[in-house]
């Protein structure tokens, strides 16, 4: 085993416990959702994860963005709205929606695929004959559940910028200006339902435990933070091709190179798709590896291209999404 990754898997346990006796378990009471104790008590990973996002954002990756930022920050009322979008999705108000409104639906269907012996796979077993003399096999199934999802992350939002219609919600995500570590979760709310679905049907066919989920989530959530901050840091040499950076995300969010590298042929083009490895990209030929190039943003933002409109506010940035969906805006 690993005595400091079980030290610290005990310690987020005892605090998820405490939390949710101290502060969930009373209100779900109160509401009447005596019957949704387990799940609420999964919520509750998620919060206590959530929060401690936050602190690390505002701890750790904070102080990183006051030392060397790559650009002044112009529209702080924009990033504010980026701050707003965070706290939705960290302190669970997004998830708890996405389980009234969907989680019955899946249960269903994969009881009743189950029942018809379609079960998904158990990649942690699958991978057990691999590791001879190893007893513990969860560190190395966590890599694994964390390569998988990452290649299926990529995959999103290589179609994310290939599609006219789920370009017009990813937009939401690159009409940030002034990108910072709260850029991360600013995104259309049908875009993050979107794949969210398709995360945790994945998660689901390959057998992935809750607990594992919560983890490689959060690391994946924590480096996406990181990724997007306002930080002038480059990895290095080898560095940059094994982990997304600062330096290697903001080029995939530069006007003209991350989204439209090929101006006039509709959304097709762009680099830098990768959400943690940049292996995908490199093995795609869609990574870009210089160093980041003008401001951030969608070019047709520009005063000199149109200036177009994506929203100041969270609800006007929502609007405008659904109008671009559906060819109004």
Known sequence: ???????????????????????VQPVVFALGGGSILEDAYTATGWLL????QIA??????????RWRPVQAIRDRAAVRVDVLYTLIHQLGLF????????????????GWLSVRGLTGLQLDQLIAPWWPGVTDTALAAFVLYLVVFDFVNYLLHRAQHQFDWWWALHAVHHSQRDMTMWTDRRNHLLDSVITDIVIAHVGHLIGVPPGQFVAATAFALLVENFSHANVRLSFGALG??????????RLHHAIGLG????????TLGGCNFSVLLPVWDLLFGTADLRSPVGPTGIRDQLP????RDYGAGFWAQQRLGLLRLIGRA
């Open 95 to 110: 998830r708890v929606g996405m389980f009234f409104a969907f989680d019955p639906l899946w249960n269903d269907l994969w």
């Open 49 to 52: 994860v959530g929060l401690l």
């Open 259 to 266: 989204h439209e590298s090929q101006a006039g042929k509709g």
């Open 1 to 23: 085993g690993f005595p400091m990754i079980e030290t610290l898997v005990d310690l987020f346990g005892q605090t998820q416990q405490w939390l949710f006796e101290t502060a």
């Open 240 to 249: 940059e091709r094994l982990l997304v950076s600062p330096r290697f995300h």
């Open 56 to 65: 690390v954002l505002v701890g750790v990756i904070g102080p990183l963005e």
């Open 304 to 307: 000199e291209e149109g200036g």
